[in-house]
Protein backbone atom coordinates (compact mmCIF):
# COMPACT_ATOMS: atom_id res chain seq x y z
CA UNK A 1 0.00 0.00 0.00
CA UNK A 2 1.37 3.48 -0.95
CA UNK A 3 1.17 5.44 2.08
CA UNK A 4 -1.49 8.52 0.62
CA UNK A 5 -3.15 5.15 0.20
CA UNK A 6 -2.76 4.42 3.92
CA UNK A 7 -4.16 8.08 4.79
CA UNK A 8 -7.07 7.40 2.21
CA UNK A 9 -10.37 7.61 4.06
CA UNK A 10 -12.56 6.84 0.78
CA UNK A 11 -16.21 4.30 1.80
CA UNK A 12 -15.08 4.73 5.57
CA UNK A 13 -17.68 6.10 8.21
CA UNK A 14 -16.72 8.55 10.70
CA UNK A 15 -19.01 10.45 13.53
CA UNK A 16 -18.13 13.42 14.93
CA UNK A 17 -20.10 14.59 17.99
CA UNK A 18 -19.88 18.37 18.48
CA UNK A 19 -19.39 18.47 14.86
CA UNK A 20 -21.19 21.52 14.46
CA UNK A 21 -18.18 24.12 14.82
CA UNK A 22 -15.08 24.44 16.56
CA UNK A 23 -12.93 21.22 16.59
CA UNK A 24 -15.04 18.89 15.70
CA UNK A 25 -15.86 21.05 12.35
CA UNK A 26 -12.10 20.95 11.51
CA UNK A 27 -11.61 17.17 11.99
CA UNK A 28 -14.89 16.80 9.96
CA UNK A 29 -14.00 19.14 7.41
CA UNK A 30 -10.29 16.54 6.98
CA UNK A 31 -12.11 13.52 6.92
CA UNK A 32 -14.35 14.54 4.48
CA UNK A 33 -11.25 15.78 2.57
CA UNK A 34 -9.45 12.61 2.89
CA UNK A 35 -12.89 10.74 1.53
CA UNK A 36 -15.00 9.58 4.45
CA UNK A 37 -18.47 10.07 4.66
CA UNK A 38 -19.64 12.20 7.60
CA UNK A 39 -22.09 11.88 10.93
CA UNK A 40 -21.86 15.28 12.99
CA UNK A 41 -23.99 16.09 16.12
CA UNK A 42 -24.57 18.64 17.86
CA UNK A 43 -27.91 20.03 19.91
CA UNK A 44 -28.18 23.38 17.95
CA UNK A 45 -29.80 22.35 14.70
CA UNK A 46 -29.17 25.46 13.09
CA UNK A 47 -25.36 25.57 13.95
CA UNK A 48 -25.80 22.21 11.95
CA UNK A 49 -27.67 23.01 8.98
CA UNK A 50 -24.89 25.71 9.10
CA UNK A 51 -22.06 23.25 8.96
CA UNK A 52 -23.76 20.37 7.05
CA UNK A 53 -24.08 23.34 4.02
CA UNK A 54 -20.12 24.11 4.53
CA UNK A 55 -19.49 20.29 4.32
CA UNK A 56 -21.51 19.65 1.62
CA UNK A 57 -20.20 22.75 -0.28
CA UNK A 58 -16.93 21.13 -0.11
CA UNK A 59 -18.33 18.12 -1.66
CA UNK A 60 -18.53 15.43 1.00
CA UNK A 61 -22.37 13.31 1.85
CA UNK A 62 -23.19 14.45 5.10
CA UNK A 63 -25.67 13.80 8.13
CA UNK A 64 -26.84 16.11 10.84
CA UNK A 65 -28.25 14.53 14.09
CA UNK A 66 -29.72 16.83 16.41
CA UNK A 67 -28.58 15.14 19.94
CA UNK A 68 -27.52 16.38 23.28
CA UNK A 69 -25.05 13.99 24.35
CA UNK A 70 -25.82 14.31 27.95
CA UNK A 71 -29.22 12.41 27.40
CA UNK A 72 -27.62 8.78 27.63
CA UNK A 73 -30.60 7.72 27.21
CA UNK A 74 -30.89 9.18 23.45
CA UNK A 75 -27.56 7.20 22.33
CA UNK A 76 -28.93 4.28 20.99
CA UNK A 77 -31.07 6.86 18.33
CA UNK A 78 -28.42 8.75 17.14
CA UNK A 79 -26.22 5.69 16.39
CA UNK A 80 -29.64 4.22 14.59
CA UNK A 81 -29.76 7.26 12.05
CA UNK A 82 -26.31 7.04 11.73
CA UNK A 83 -26.68 3.24 10.30
CA UNK A 84 -29.95 4.33 8.48
CA UNK A 85 -27.83 6.43 6.22
CA UNK A 86 -24.34 5.16 6.07
CA UNK A 87 -25.21 1.53 7.22
CA UNK A 88 -22.17 1.55 9.66
CA UNK A 89 -19.64 3.70 11.44
CA UNK A 90 -16.12 3.08 11.19
CA UNK A 91 -14.49 6.16 12.94
CA UNK A 92 -16.03 7.70 15.82
CA UNK A 93 -14.44 11.29 16.58
CA UNK A 94 -15.88 11.47 20.87
CA UNK A 95 -14.92 15.55 20.56
CA UNK A 96 -18.31 17.24 22.12
CA UNK A 97 -16.91 19.19 25.02
CA UNK A 98 -17.86 21.54 27.53
CA UNK A 99 -16.18 23.35 30.83
CA UNK A 100 -16.67 24.80 33.38
CA UNK A 101 -14.58 28.00 35.69
CA UNK A 102 -14.98 28.15 39.06
CA UNK A 103 -12.77 27.82 42.27
CA UNK A 104 -12.76 24.32 43.29
CA UNK A 105 -14.20 25.07 47.08
CA UNK A 106 -17.53 27.16 44.91
CA UNK A 107 -17.61 24.25 42.26
CA UNK A 108 -21.37 23.58 41.94
CA UNK A 109 -22.53 19.97 42.05
CA UNK A 110 -24.42 20.72 38.58
CA UNK A 111 -21.59 21.92 36.33
CA UNK A 112 -19.27 18.97 38.05
CA UNK A 113 -21.72 16.69 36.81
CA UNK A 114 -22.34 18.52 33.12
CA UNK A 115 -18.60 18.38 32.92
CA UNK A 116 -18.70 15.01 33.87
CA UNK A 117 -21.57 13.83 31.71
CA UNK A 118 -20.67 15.38 28.66
CA UNK A 119 -16.66 15.02 28.55
CA UNK A 120 -16.21 11.05 30.22
CA UNK A 121 -19.53 9.69 30.35
CA UNK A 122 -20.95 9.97 27.17
CA UNK A 123 -18.01 9.44 25.11
CA UNK A 124 -17.87 5.58 27.22
CA UNK A 125 -21.58 5.21 26.30
CA UNK A 126 -21.56 5.94 22.76
CA UNK A 127 -18.45 4.04 22.18
CA UNK A 128 -20.02 1.01 23.96
CA UNK A 129 -22.93 1.62 21.55
CA UNK A 130 -20.77 1.89 18.23
CA UNK A 131 -18.67 -1.03 19.48
CA UNK A 132 -21.05 -3.15 19.86
CA UNK A 133 -23.09 -2.48 16.91
CA UNK A 134 -20.78 -1.78 14.26
CA UNK A 135 -17.02 -1.81 14.97
CA UNK A 136 -16.79 -5.36 17.04
CA UNK A 137 -19.13 -6.67 14.19
CA UNK A 138 -16.86 -5.29 11.07
CA UNK A 139 -13.54 -6.12 13.17
CA UNK A 140 -12.12 -3.18 13.00
CA UNK A 141 -12.47 0.86 13.58
CA UNK A 142 -10.73 3.46 15.01
CA UNK A 143 -12.60 5.76 18.24
CA UNK A 144 -10.45 9.16 19.06
CA UNK A 145 -11.35 11.27 21.87
CA UNK A 146 -10.91 14.84 21.74
CA UNK A 147 -8.68 15.06 25.29
CA UNK A 148 -6.91 18.39 26.02
CA UNK A 149 -3.11 19.30 27.75
CA UNK A 150 -5.34 20.13 30.66
CA UNK A 151 -5.52 16.04 30.93
CA UNK A 152 -1.68 15.68 31.26
CA UNK A 153 -0.55 18.22 33.57
CA UNK A 154 -1.37 21.16 35.79
CA UNK A 155 -2.61 24.73 34.47
CA UNK A 156 -1.79 27.38 35.89
CA UNK A 157 -3.19 29.46 39.37
CA UNK A 158 -6.40 30.88 38.38
CA UNK A 159 -7.86 28.85 35.70
CA UNK A 160 -9.90 27.05 37.70
CA UNK A 161 -11.35 24.30 35.89
CA UNK A 162 -10.82 21.19 37.94
CA UNK A 163 -13.87 19.46 36.77
CA UNK A 164 -13.02 19.93 32.89
CA UNK A 165 -8.69 19.16 33.60
CA UNK A 166 -10.23 15.73 35.47
CA UNK A 167 -12.59 15.42 32.54
CA UNK A 168 -9.66 15.26 30.20
CA UNK A 169 -7.45 13.43 32.33
CA UNK A 170 -9.73 10.46 32.11
CA UNK A 171 -10.35 10.85 28.50
CA UNK A 172 -6.70 9.81 27.69
CA UNK A 173 -7.03 6.68 30.00
CA UNK A 174 -10.43 5.79 28.67
CA UNK A 175 -8.40 5.50 25.48
CA UNK A 176 -5.91 3.65 26.70
CA UNK A 177 -8.54 1.16 28.90
CA UNK A 178 -10.40 0.87 26.30
CA UNK A 179 -7.11 0.26 23.18
CA UNK A 180 -5.99 -2.90 25.45
CA UNK A 181 -9.80 -4.68 26.04
CA UNK A 182 -10.65 -3.79 21.92
CA UNK A 183 -7.05 -4.26 20.36
CA UNK A 184 -8.04 -7.53 20.09
CA UNK A 185 -11.08 -6.94 17.56
CA UNK A 186 -8.63 -4.60 15.34
CA UNK A 187 -10.12 -1.53 17.06
CA UNK A 188 -7.73 0.88 18.12
CA UNK A 189 -8.41 4.15 20.18
CA UNK A 190 -6.52 6.91 20.94
CA UNK A 191 -6.74 10.40 21.95
CA UNK A 192 -5.66 13.76 20.93
CA UNK A 193 -4.75 16.51 23.16
CA UNK A 194 -4.84 19.92 22.21
CA UNK A 195 -3.61 22.92 23.29
CA UNK A 196 -5.43 26.41 23.04
CA UNK A 197 -7.22 26.44 19.86
CA UNK A 198 -9.56 29.41 19.15
CA UNK A 199 -13.38 28.49 19.61
CA UNK A 200 -16.73 29.27 21.35
CA UNK A 201 -14.95 26.67 24.47
CA UNK A 202 -11.99 28.95 24.62
CA UNK A 203 -12.14 32.10 23.74
CA UNK A 204 -12.94 33.53 26.84
CA UNK A 205 -9.77 31.77 28.26
CA UNK A 206 -7.58 32.55 25.74
CA UNK A 207 -8.52 36.47 25.85
CA UNK A 208 -7.58 36.12 29.79
CA UNK A 209 -4.17 34.69 29.53
CA UNK A 210 -3.46 36.85 26.41
CA UNK A 211 -0.02 37.07 24.98
CA UNK A 212 1.63 35.08 27.73
CA UNK A 213 0.04 31.69 25.61
CA UNK A 214 2.04 32.60 22.59
CA UNK A 215 5.63 33.82 24.43
CA UNK A 216 5.59 30.52 26.59
CA UNK A 217 4.52 27.85 23.52
CA UNK A 218 8.00 27.07 21.57
CA UNK A 219 6.24 27.71 18.09
CA UNK A 220 4.99 30.78 19.45
CA UNK A 221 1.74 30.50 18.13
CA UNK A 222 -1.75 29.32 19.52
CA UNK A 223 -4.01 26.66 17.43
CA UNK A 224 -5.31 27.34 13.89
CA UNK A 225 -7.41 25.89 11.29
CA UNK A 226 -5.86 23.72 9.94
CA UNK A 227 -3.40 22.02 13.17
CA UNK A 228 -5.81 19.34 13.96
CA UNK A 229 -6.29 18.15 10.26
CA UNK A 230 -3.10 15.62 9.92
CA UNK A 231 -3.50 14.47 13.45
CA UNK A 232 -7.30 13.58 12.93
CA UNK A 233 -6.36 12.14 9.73
CA UNK A 234 -3.24 10.14 10.97
CA UNK A 235 -5.07 8.30 14.26
CA UNK A 236 -8.14 7.55 11.81
CA UNK A 237 -6.91 6.02 9.38
CA UNK A 238 -4.39 2.88 8.21
CA UNK A 239 -1.55 5.29 8.48
CA UNK A 240 -1.58 4.57 11.93
CA UNK A 241 -2.45 0.73 11.98
CA UNK A 242 0.35 0.16 14.70
CA UNK A 243 -0.72 2.95 16.81
CA UNK A 244 -3.49 2.09 19.63
CA UNK A 245 -4.31 3.73 23.21
CA UNK A 246 -1.65 6.87 23.23
CA UNK A 247 -2.06 10.53 23.65
CA UNK A 248 -1.22 13.02 20.51
CA UNK A 249 -0.38 16.62 22.00
CA UNK A 250 -1.20 19.30 19.13
CA UNK A 251 -0.01 22.14 21.24
CA UNK A 252 2.97 23.57 19.97
CA UNK A 253 5.23 22.64 22.55
CA UNK A 254 3.30 24.18 24.96
CA UNK A 255 3.10 21.39 27.29
CA UNK A 256 6.85 20.13 27.14
CA UNK A 257 8.12 23.05 29.16
N1 LIG B 1 -10.56 24.95 21.87
C1 LIG B 1 -9.59 24.53 22.64
O1 LIG B 1 -8.66 25.29 22.96
C2 LIG B 1 -9.58 23.11 23.12
C3 LIG B 1 -8.40 22.64 23.70
C4 LIG B 1 -8.35 21.32 24.13
C5 LIG B 1 -9.45 20.52 23.99
N2 LIG B 1 -10.59 21.00 23.43
C6 LIG B 1 -11.73 20.10 23.31
O2 LIG B 1 -12.18 20.11 21.99
C7 LIG B 1 -13.55 19.71 21.96
C8 LIG B 1 -14.34 20.69 21.11
O3 LIG B 1 -14.29 21.95 21.74
P1 LIG B 1 -14.27 23.33 20.95
O4 LIG B 1 -13.14 24.12 21.49
O5 LIG B 1 -14.39 23.09 19.50
O6 LIG B 1 -15.60 23.99 21.57
P2 LIG B 1 -16.97 24.49 20.93
O7 LIG B 1 -16.73 25.38 19.77
O8 LIG B 1 -17.74 25.01 22.09
O9 LIG B 1 -17.65 23.16 20.35
C9 LIG B 1 -18.30 22.25 21.21
C10 LIG B 1 -19.15 21.33 20.36
O10 LIG B 1 -19.78 20.38 21.22
C11 LIG B 1 -21.20 20.46 21.07
N3 LIG B 1 -21.85 20.19 22.34
C12 LIG B 1 -21.73 20.91 23.50
N4 LIG B 1 -22.51 20.37 24.45
C13 LIG B 1 -23.14 19.29 23.89
C14 LIG B 1 -24.07 18.33 24.36
N5 LIG B 1 -24.55 18.36 25.62
N6 LIG B 1 -24.49 17.36 23.52
C15 LIG B 1 -24.03 17.31 22.24
N7 LIG B 1 -23.15 18.19 21.74
C16 LIG B 1 -22.71 19.18 22.56
C17 LIG B 1 -21.44 21.89 20.57
O11 LIG B 1 -22.66 22.05 19.88
P3 LIG B 1 -24.04 22.49 20.66
O12 LIG B 1 -23.68 23.61 21.58
O13 LIG B 1 -24.98 22.86 19.57
O14 LIG B 1 -24.49 21.27 21.39
C18 LIG B 1 -20.27 22.06 19.62
O15 LIG B 1 -20.52 21.40 18.41
C19 LIG B 1 -14.01 19.65 23.42
O16 LIG B 1 -13.99 18.31 23.89
C20 LIG B 1 -12.95 20.46 24.13
O17 LIG B 1 -12.81 20.11 25.48
C21 LIG B 1 -10.69 22.29 23.00
Known sequence: MS???????????????GGSRGLGLQMAEALGEMGAKLAITA?????????????EGLGYEVETVVNDLSKF??????????????????????????????????????????????NVNAPFFLSREVGKRCMIPNGRGSIIVTASVAGLKGTPPGMNTIGYNTSKAAAIHFARTLASEWGHYGIRVNAICPGFFPSKLANGLIEKLGDSLVTRTPLRRIGGDEDLKGAVVFLASEASRHITGQALVVDGGASII
Open 3 to 17: VKQLFDLTGHVALVT
Open 73 to 118: DQIPALVDQVLARFGTIDILVNNAGATWGAKAEDYPDAAWHKVMDL
Open 43 to 55: RKADELAQARAHL
